[in-house]
């Protein structure tokens, strides 16, 4: 592989387009963007306008003659055709961590008799607290069942109301397999919720076609909503009428404005919100979806494949001895859109590319990680960073104090 090759690539790419609606730093290689997307040029005018036209102008009127109340639900449907949902199943709320508590408890509802949670030990944090916390508040009456991944299916019995799931491992990029999981749990009368944190917006996804239950994920990673941009939820049709959420607020209450006294769920996926949403953030992440616009996930998705294989492919290449160990799937097919490294200086490493623009990042205890964001990356700018990667190894420039101190942050 030449950088002749590399550019031809990038010549022929049916989504080269796709870039210009971005805007990255000069000299800056980013794969990052399955931690915090790139910025859209289209969002700061937005948000502007937002600011000084909806806000100052319409004041409080703004609620109803810009919409603003109807956004969750608008934004939800545009990520309903990213993730193959129907539009009436997704809506946009919370952060993913609240989301999933909303949602288990209505998982762990419609499944009473039944009092397990099944997760993987690999799974994010976050996600695991969540469930811990909620047996602590339900005085231990439900429990969380921690498994390797290697044994998800033999810790799905009888006693088991929810299995809960991400699909692309955050420190790997492993990716499960959605259909087959739903399809074992539910053989075995589990609901499943999956998080497609670090899927949506990279991987093509058919909930639908999954029969998945219930779903979450984020909208700052491969959706590009910006720094804390609000989550997604997932609820299929079939359990809207009986689903409830942990959290009962006025914003999913059947007539919020009639300041009942009495909680009142409104019908449908509304009564999965909970309290006033997050209008600036919901207009950025609005304006960023733009950007998908024209595309198709399955081309994304192809996009995924051929740069994350072709990092795995100049690593090979070029970075031999180097004690550089790929920790994740060799084969596509079981990867998501990130590729990481192992190795003992993972975190000197990491911080020495950064300082050559190279944004990549590190996960404890040795991995080094790099996402490939479809929609802004060229295949130029992977061949940019595994040179740099290889420039490091071999001046082992990353053995210098300054690489070691740890921000808040990694
Ligand atoms: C990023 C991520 C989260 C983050 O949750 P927040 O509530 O937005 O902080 C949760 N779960 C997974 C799998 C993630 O990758």
Partial sequence: MTLDDVREMDRVDPLA?????????DGVVYLDGNSLGAMPVAVPRRVEGLLRKEW???????????????????????????????EDEVVVSDSTSVNLHKLL????????GRSVVVSNQENFPTDLYIVQGLAWLLDDSISLRLVPTADIESAINEEVAVVMLTQVDYRTGAMLDIEALTDLAHQRGALVIWDLSHSAGAIDIDLGRA???????????????GPGAPAFLFVAKRHQDQAQSSLW???????????????????????????????LSLVALDTALDAFMGTEMKAIRAKSVALTDLFVELVDQSCQGFDLDLASPRQSVSRGSQVSLRHDEGYPIVQALIARGVI????????LRFGFAPLYLRYENVWTAVETLREVMITRAWDSPEFRRRGVVT
């Fill in 17 to 25: 387009n796709c870039a210009k609606a971005f805007s990255l730093p």
């Fill in 56 to 86: 100052r102008q319409s004041l409080v009127r703004g609620w109803t003659d810009h919409s603003w109340i109807d956004l969750p639900v608008r934004v939800g449907k545009r990520i309903a055709g990213l993730i193959g949902a129907n």
């Fill in 105 to 112: 408890v209505a998982a762990l509802k419609l499944r009473e």
């Fill in 211 to 225: 029969d998945v239950d219930f779903a979450v994920g984020c909208g700052y990673k491969y959706l590009n909503g």
């Fill in 249 to 279: 607020g006025w914003f999913g209450h059947a007539s919020p404005f009639e300041f009942d006294t009495g909680y009142q769920p409104s019908d449908g996926l509304a009564r999965m919100q909970c309290g006033t949403p997050p209008i």
């Fill in 360 to 367: 990549g990042d590190f996960r404890a205890p040795d991995i």
